[in-house]
């Protein structure tokens, strides 16, 4: 479902933030893209998303170029994205209800849908008593929780998490991955980049490593760093 084919990305005039990656993520796999800070992760997201372009090389994404993609078509691509982020980015004068049925309003979902999924999602996450509550009313497991049901809302193809549980202490950031985990096993391809390394450690899932823009291991089932 997503193929980088010979990727390098440079910001104008700076060294690479990522140099010659090859990667191939098979629809339904779990992968976490792990890397200290500059790795190199948040420019793999940013092309994934189309908010930015390779320097060179291909990305293939449902067996299209999105290197060719034309701007129109950008939209619907993203579409097919749902992106969880560290800091939760939920509105703050929404209800948590209200967050996620926004999600389906803005791509134009019938009330109808939406009154009938909201709290089927809600359920899902295990929110189902915080329907009514604001974010500020919640821990941050429990805005978290909002953040990815409101990206799957929709039925992305592929849930992107960028460092999910970065604003977490460990027992609610293993309650996430947990969660991460289910939604995976319901069908989502899912792909988690994070520094976390006792998070990845206890998951066991595909690996692949970026340091200082190369991708420099990618392994079926590992810990953040080579087994010694
Ligand atoms: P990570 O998410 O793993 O911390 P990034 O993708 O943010 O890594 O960064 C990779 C490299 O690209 C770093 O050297 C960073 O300074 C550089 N970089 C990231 N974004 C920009 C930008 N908008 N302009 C210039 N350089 C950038
Ligand atoms: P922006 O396009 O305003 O910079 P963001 O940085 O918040 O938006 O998100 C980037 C992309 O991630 C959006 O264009 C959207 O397609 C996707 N996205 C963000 N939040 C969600 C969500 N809750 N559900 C599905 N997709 C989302």
Do not use: W
Not at 77 to 101: C, H, W
Not at 187 to 205: F, I, N, R, W, Y
């Amino acid at each position: 479902m997503i193929k980088f084919e010979n990727v390098s990305k440079s910001y104008k005039g700076e060294k690479f933030a990522l140099e010659d990656i090859n990667i191939d993520i098979k629809k339904g796999e779990f992968v976490f893209l792990v890397g200290s800070s500059g790795a190199g992760k948040s420019t793999f997201i940013k092309l994934l998303l189309k908010e930015e372009s390779p320097t060179t090389g291909r990305i293939i994404i449902n067996d299209i170029d999105t290197t060719e993609l034309s701007r129109r078509k950008i939209p619907k691509l993203r579409r097919s994205m749902g992106v969880v982020f560290q800091d939760f980015r939920l509105l703050p004068n929404k209800t948590v209800y209200e967050n996620i049925a926004f999600a389906m309003e803005i791509t134009g979902n019938k009330a109808k849908d939406i009154r009938r999924k909201v709290p089927t999602i809600l359920s899902m996450v295990g929110l189902s008593d915080k329907a009514k509550s604001y974010p500020s009313e919640l821990s941050g497991g429990e805005q978290q929780r909002v953040g990815i049901a409101r990206a799957i809302i929709n039925n992305p193809a592929l849930l992107i998490a960028d460092e999910p549980t970065g604003n977490l202490d460990p027992k609610n950031a293993t309650e996430i991955m947990k969660l991460l985990k289910d939604i995976n096993n319901r069908g989502t391809t899912v792909l988690v980049a994070t520094h976390a390394k006792d998070q990845v450690d206890k998951m066991m899932q595909r690996v692949i490593a970026l340091d200082h823009g190369k991708l420099v291991r990618d392994v079926e089932r590992g810990l953040y760093n080579d087994a010694k």
